[in-house]
């Protein structure tokens, strides 16, 4: 979709008695026109050859998202999105519908760079997103790959903001400006291979793994704000989670500089709450989104999606620690009563 950002909504729970507060959702809350901040290096340019074809791929792109936009038509966005973004920005066309926001705003994307593996299979361009009145100003990752026949967008996610560009990884390219590509399964030279890591870092997010394994990645936005919601909703419901790798969804790698790699991989997590029954009559809810609409006072179930960028350092490095460093999230599916 990319209409706006990030896909809204986080999860609020409260009681029906005075003095229960909100309590603030996991995902933060994109607002209409503002642009969505991230990290200020950007992926080292590619060769001349590469620019015409994807820069014809991402106008073309802009050009449909914005069509697909203004009509909220599931059928405009197949012909340009696949995979989890696919799945994800449905959803939200969903939702819009169902809450009656048929508000559009035009946007854009500016001053892209590229970079491909020799297969040219895909590629991934690094891009500044641009409303009616403002251009962010630091870079969002898209992923481009050759799907059905077509280019299509598989992976949108925005850099967390308050990196630093040491915190963005550059990426090795050789002489003909092609980068390399680095199998999920392959682990050479690199703390773990890309597959090891949407299994590791699944099981970070519901707080789970050793204390070998979860000292293996270092702190980030979606572990930090998960491991607060959990604390904060105690008051009010019985949390139950479940993270696994979305493996019907393709993840790309790419190697980095510094013999490590950056990885684009999707999540899948189901989340459900059964409020606690007592003398104030809790309740959980989900903000701004028409799936899961109204309040539930016996139990909510929300199932989202997460596509994870994230830097995986070489064996040698020190500290050797994985770094999430951005996402693309949305709900797909939720039920309650």
């Not at 909220?72 to 819009?96: M, N, P, R, V």
């Amino acid at each position: 979709m990319r209409q706006w950002g990030r896909v809204a909504g986080g999860v609020l729970a409260g009681c029906l008695v005075a003095g229960c507060s909100f309590l603030p959702g996991l995902n933060r809350t994109a607002e209409q026109g503002q642009a969505t901040p991230a990290a200020t290096a950007t992926p080292k340019p590619s060769a001349s050859a590469l620019a015409p074809m994807a820069q014809s791929v991402l106008k073309d792109y802009i050009k449909r998202n914005n069509a697909a936009n203004e009509a909220l038509s599931d059928d405009l966005l197949a012909t340009y999105e696949g995979g989890s973004s696919l799945a994800i920005d449905k959803a939200a066309y969903l939702s819009q519908r169902k809450l009656g926001d048929d508000e559009y705003t035009p946007f854009s994307y500016v001053r892209p760079t590229f970079v491909a593996p020799a297969t040219r299979q895909w590629f991934l361009a690094s891009v500044y997103w641009k409303g009616r009145s403002k251009t962010a100003e630091d870079p969002t990752y898209l992923v481009f790959a050759r799907d059905r026949g077509a280019w299509r967008q598989m992976y949108a996610p925005d850099v967390f903001e308050n990196l630093t560009a040491d915190d963005v990884p550059k990426l090795q390219t050789d002489a003909a400006g092609a980068a390399t590509e680095v199998d999920q399964a392959d682990a050479t030279g690199l703390l773990m291979s890309p597959a090891d890591f949407a299994g590791d870092y699944a099981d970070h997010l519901m707080g789970k793994g050793s204390t070998a394994t979860r000292s293996r990645f270092a702190a980030d936005v979606l572990t930090t704000n998960a491991a607060t919601n959990r604390i904060k909703m105690r008051r009010y419901a019985r949390l139950t989670e479940d993270v696994n790798p979305a493996t019907e969804y393709p993840s790309y790698a790419l190697r980095t500089a510094d013999g490590g790699a950056l990885v684009f991989t999707t999540l899948q997590r189901t989340k459900r709450y059964d409020v606690i029954q007592s003398s104030q009559r809790n309740y959980v809810f989900q903000k701004d989104n028409g799936i899961l609409p109204g309040k539930y006072y016996t139990y909510m179930t929300v199932g989202d999606l997460l596509q994870v960028a994230a830097y995986i350092p070489p064996k040698t490095a020190e500290p050797a620690q994985v770094k999430v460093i951005g996402s693309y999230t949305g709900i797909v599916a939720g039920r309650g009563r």
